[in-house]
C-alpha cells in the first residue's frame, strides 16, 4: 500500500457533505463517535444504516438513494466484509472519494478501491484532520512529532 499524502486528505475534506457508513445503535461505535465530532464542528453528514432510522438525534438512510442531496465522498467505518459491499454500493452510486477509516480495509480491498476510485484515503482517523480539536489536535502534534503524519506531495506539471 503506497502512503497516503496530505494532498489526498485536503482533496478528501474539500466535500462540504459526508456520507458515513459504520453508524450503530451503540454510541460508544467508531462510527457514532465520528458522527457526533464531524457534526458538531459544522460537518454535514449523511449516516447510512439499514435498520435505524435515526442515530445520534440525525436521520439516517438506508441506503444512498435516498440521499436528499448528491454527496461525492464517503467515510467507511465498518469491517473489512461489510466494507467491500459498501464499496460496491458507491462505485455504482458515482461517489468516487472515499475514506477507509483505519480498519476498515485490508489489502486486497485497498488494491481493489485505488482501481475503482480517483482518491482513497486509508487507515488514518479522520478526526485528526477534520476541523481538529482537542485529543484529535494533539494526536495530530505528536504524529507530527515522530513523522508519521503524512507529508505533502509536490505536484508535477
Not at 27 to 45: H, M, T, Y
Not at 83 to 110: C, H, M, P, V
Amino acid at each position: 500500500m503506497k502512503q497516503i499524502s496530505l494532498n489526498q486528505i485536503e482533496d478528501f475534506l474539500k466535500s462540504d457533505t459526508f456520507v458515513l457508513f459504520g453508524v450503530s445503535q451503540v454510541k460508544q461505535k467508531f462510527g457514532n463517535i465520528i458522527l457526533r465530532e464531524l457534526s458538531s464542528k459544522g460537518i454535514r453528514v449523511f449516516p447510512i444504516h439499514k435498520e435505524l432510522e435515526e442515530v445520534e438525534e440525525i436521520k439516517c438512510y438506508q441506503q444512498l438513494s435516498e440521499l436528499p442531496e448528491k454527496v461525492e465522498a464517503a467515510i467507511i467505518c465498518t469491517r473489512p466484509e461489510k466494507t467491500d459491499l459498501i464499496l460496491g454500493e458507491l462505485k455504482t452510486f458515482g461517489i468516487r472519494n472515499i475514506w477507509l477509516q483505519q480498519g476498515a480495509s485490508n489489502q486486497q480491498i485497498y488494491e481493489k478501491a485505488v482501481l475503482d476510485f480517483d482518491n482513497v484515503v486509508y487507515d488514518r482517523c479522520i478526526l485528526m484532520f477534520a476541523k481538529q480539536k482537542g485529543v484529535h489536535k494533539f494526536h495530530a502534534t505528536i504524529s507530527k512529532f515522530f513523522g508519521s503524519f503524512p507529508k505533502r506531495t509536490s505536484v508535477v506539471k
